[in-house]
């Protein structure tokens, strides 16, 4: 067989019996049973129902679990084209889904009150870039007083320039005078990398400077130059329940600040989930008179669009 090498002549016959059995296992493989390839065809549309479909198909029919993942890898394959086909023609106000919540909040800190939490998200992907728009209001009144009022805006735009590495534009604006300032805004740019990048599980971090332009309530203004960090996790933990993590933080010469964001969905039926959420937010040096850390507790119904 090798120039040069004698083999005996039983391991030849063995080899050969051994290719032969391989030979007619494949060209004998069973087909699909109809009925379990109609399931399989069911399950097309959703990813996860397909990986569970499939699995039980390949223990209850082990003599067809070449065809089985033949057709699988088909399905994944023609799936992957679909998507890249629709992004590929999408226009510039197409493709976008989006939330809306609405509940109650508690806070803590510099202030210690209940009152109306109101959310908003849109997001889009296109093959390159990857667009998160949201908003968020807390609000209260006591005897006509406002007691609480803090509203929140941001834009976090992603440029995919490999598998795992991106370009990443953010910006944001937020009020809350309670803590000490009337309008803050943010820009800051900067390379992010997908630690983690699977269906159930993803993990991002980003870096870059920032810019800050502060008005605090007492009539100063601020404007420093900025170190941003970020993280973006999501957990898919089950078909109904889904966990994500979103922080920032911004270090300068002057104050550094934390947001962080950190929510728990649950699928109710439909369009309409449950949220429970906890927020964070820290500044290192707050104004006189106000304390470092405010924290947030929400409770929402999701409605998805």
Known sequence: MFPGVDMPSNHLHLMALAAGVALASAAHADPIPPAVDAM????????????????????????????????????????????????????????????????????????ENRGLAVGINFGKETRRWKHSLRGIVDYQEDNG????????????????????????????WEQDRFTGFSSRFTESIGIGYRLVDTPRLSIAVDGGPALRQTRFTNGLNENTL???????????????????????????????????????????????????????????????????????????LVYNF
């Open 40 to 111: 399989i065809d069911a399950a097309a549309a959703n990813p996860d129902q397909l990986k569970v479909v499939a699995e039980i198909a390949r223990k209850t029919n082990p003599a067809s679990v070449a065809e089985i993942d033949a057709k699988v890898a088909a399905i994944n394959a023609a799936a992957a084209k679909a998507r890249e086909e629709k992004l590929a023609s999408q226009g510039m106000f197409e493709g976008w889904s989006g939330q809306g919540e609405a509940g109650g909040f508690i806070s803590s800190g510099n202030t």
């Open 226 to 300: 900025a170190a941003r960090a970020g993280l973006n996790a999501k957990w898919v933990i089950s078909d109904r329940l889904t966990f994500t993590e979103t922080a920032t933080y911004y270090a300068d010469n002057v104050n550094n600040s934390l947001l962080s964001l950190s929510q728990l969905t649950a699928k109710l039926n439909g369009r309409l989930s449950a949220r429970f959420s906890f927020q964070l937010n820290n500044e290192s040096n707050p104004p006189p008179g106000r304390e470092n850390s405010d924290t947030v507790t929400r409770a929402t």
């Open 145 to 172: 007083v406002t007691s609480r009022e803090r509203y929140f805006a941001g834009y976090e735009g992603n440029w995919k320039f490999n598998g795992h590495g991106y370009a990443v534009l953010a910006l944001s």
